[in-house]
Each structure stands twice: as C-alpha cells, then as structure tokens.
C-alpha cells in the first residue's frame, strides 16, 4: 500500500466515501433509534401531536447532522467533481422536477383511481394534501435558486474576497 492509496482505492475517495457514510448512518441511527426506543413510529395516522413533532424534530437533527458531512465531502472534492456535481444537480434536479409534473398531473386527475379503483378512493381532501406537497419543495427549490442568484449578483461568487 502506498502513502497516495488504501487497497487501491486513493485516500480522497476513501475518506469521502467515510464521510459520506457517517453522514448516512448517523441520520438515520437520530431518527430510527429514538422512534424505537420509544415505541413510536407505529399506529394511526394521522400521527398524535407528540409524535408528530417528534418525527419532525428527530428528521430536523438528522438532516443537522449531515450538514457538517456534506461540507467536507465538497471539500474534499477536486474541481472536476465539483463540476460535475453541480452540473448533475442543476440539469438532473431539473429535468426530474420536469418531468415529475406528468405524474402529478396524473395522480391529482385521478389517475390511480382509474387505474386501480378498488383501492383508491381519494376525495378532494386528499388530492389537495397531495398538492401542497408536492409544491411545497417546488416553490422552497425556487425561493432558493433566487436567493443565490440575488446574493451571486451583489456580492458575486462564493468565496471570492469582499
């Protein structure tokens, strides 16, 4: 083994893939342990109130969690996967919200229900739950396109010196 590989594989990959895993498991061990051990997670829903904001504090932690991960993972990244990372977000987020609006459609025509009406009887309730979420992370996506493209514009890039 030499000083630039571990089993092969280079130190920086290694040590993203670390990161990377870290990130995962850790999330996922703030919101899963803590549901378990409480024995909560199962049952009616809609949820109580004190399930409720539990999942959604324990989803908030993990999510907190990750942040400090995906910051050294792009660190540790050299610019051309930076490149491409930006790249496969931009086009692939999208072209994926893009191509989700068929669907959407879809389902909020009532298109399970015809293609499966014994098991689907939505009334309006629903399909509006559906529609507020399904917006929700469109318009926060657009919210904060604009927000860097308005801090991009006054102060310019990133990390460049004031």
């Not at 803590?34 to 324990?58: D, E, I």
């Not at 999510?63 to 792009?74: D, E, G, N, S, Y």
């Not at 051309?80 to 459609?105: E, H, T």
């Not at 389902?107 to 098991?119: R, T």
């Amino acid at each position: 083994m030499s000083g630039r590989t571990i089993f092969g594989i280079g130190r920086r990959k290694v040590l993203i893939a670390g990161y990377a895993l870290a990130a995962w498991i850790g999330a996922w061990v703030l919101v899963l342990v803590p549901m378990h051990l409480l024995g909560v997670g199962r049952g009616a829903f809609p949820s109580p109130p004190g399930v409720l904001l539990l999942r959604t504090g324990l989803t908030l932690a993990a999510c907190a969690w990750t942040i400090p991960f995906v910051l050294r993972i792009w660190r540790a990244d050299d610019e051309y996967a930076r490149a491409g990372s930006k790249f496969a977000w931009y086009w692939g987020g999208s072209l994926g919200l893009l191509l989700s609006l068929p669907a959407y459609v879809f389902l909020f025509s009532g298109g399970l229900n015809w293609l499966w009406p014994a098991a689907y009887h939505w009334g309006l309730t629903p399909g509006h739950a559906f529609q507020l979420g399904y917006l929700l992370p469109v318009v926060l996506q657009f919210l904060g396109f604009l927000a860097a493209l308005a801090w991009w514009r006054w102060r310019g890039p990133p990390g460049r010196a004031l």
